[in-house]
């Protein structure tokens, strides 16, 4: 009994997770869409048998599955790594998950993101080296999450940010270096971690700046 609960409890998780992707990809419209045409989700399943492996110390055969995985789909996941529900990455094509790095449950991820170790090529093994990602985080195309930080729940990183220190919840980091805008406390789902309405505070204090230049020019 205790078996097919548990399978049905998984098989319940699956179907969550193609309702996420059609929830959040408006190009997807049916489970089956979601099953056969999402690399993201393939590379996910992938990892969750490879993940299992490494757990039990089948080491090799789980970077082997990475490796299937990785060619297949372009979403490089070490089996190290620990990932919650609902996980989504859309398009997927150049995603990097290091191994020590931990992602919590309703995250979305877009193509060329990194999850990257900084620490030294001589650190001792089992030493946090990538990221903690809370829950419902959105990380933009292209963004590089760097080191043992953590990116608080809610946070939204925008596209092609580099991100080297923690985020606060409901935060939304744009740049290099990432810096916070005026978009904190938004509870709604950013395609992209970024949108028109995200304001650069470094864009609008140069702006002010040459306006004042202008006027200082005016009275000369």
Known sequence: MGVITKMKSNFKQFLSELD??????????????????????????????????WIKNWRLSAKVISLISRFLTGVEIHPGAKIGKNFFIDHGMGVVIGETSVIGDNVTMYHGVTLGGTTSYNSKKGVKRHPTIEDDVVIGAGALVLGPIVVGKNAKIGANATVVKDVKPNTTVVGVAAHKTSMSKDQTFMPYGISNKVKDPYEERILELEKEIKVLKSKL
């Open 20 to 53: 996420t992707i059609i929830a959040k990809d408006p190009a997807t419209s049916s489970r089956i869409d979601a099953f056969l045409c999402t690399p993201g989700l393939h590379s996910i399943l992938f990892y969750r048998l490879s993940h299992k492996l």
